[in-house]
């Protein structure tokens, strides 16, 4: 199971984009600890490795108001918008840096 996989829906169980955006961001602004993101989504061990890979991406953004690209990407790939419909896909957009 791929974090990115349950996030645009591919595997089961999905997590909501907006769920995850918030649980992340909340992370980030340290209002929520590493930890209680795992346990609220249900992340499993092979899942943390690309959720800390989001949220590094995250932290290195300077302008904070373009974490919208990342979550774009990920809501074009829940609907299936190409090229965003694969956990390639997405994964190469966010951690590659080309979301930022």
């Keep these: 199971m791929g974090l990115y996989s349950r996030l645009i829906g591919i ?6 984009i907006h769920v995850f ?3 992340v961001n909340e992370w980030k602004r340290g ?3 590493r930890a ?3 346990d609220n989504l249900s992340i499993a061990a ?3 490795v690309e959720l ?3 949220k590094a991406a995250m932290d290195q953004l300077v302008d904070p108001t373009t974490t919208d690209e990342l979550f774009d990407a ?5 609907r299936g918008i190409k090229p965003y419909n694969s956990e390639t896909a997405i994964k190469q957009r966010i951690e590659d ?4």
């Design 97 to 100: 840096g080309t979301v930022l």
């Design 31 to 33: 209002k929520l600890a």
């Design 21 to 23: 955006r918030a649980l």
């Design 11 to 16: 595997e089961d169980p999905k997590i909501p």
């Design 74 to 78: 990920l809501v074009c790939g829940e």
């Design 52 to 54: 800390d890979a989001i």
């Design 46 to 48: 092979s899942e943390e």
């Design 36 to 38: 209680q993101v795992i």
